[in-house]
């Protein structure tokens, strides 16, 4: 194939790749960040080890 006729097909594969990288970047981005893992800022609910837990407001013994 000539370069000449290669030169169309290169500018279309390019405009997919940068037009792909551009619509798809954001939702990637949003993607890792979701997996990143929870946010180190809040505290999280810690679980005490005394083998109870309350259910509907009265505490029962944990079934763990």
Known sequence: M??????????AGVTG???GIY??????DQSNSNQAGPNLDT???SRSNDA???VSGKI???DA
Request: proline share 18%; hydrophobic share 45%.
């Open 52 to 54: 109870t837990h309350v």
């Open 23 to 28: 619509i798809f970047k954001p939702l990637f």
């Open 43 to 45: 505290p999280s609910p």
């Open 17 to 19: 790749v940068l037009s």
């Open 60 to 62: 029962a013994p944990s």
């Open 2 to 11: 000539s370069s000449r006729r290669a030169v169309p097909f290169l500018v």
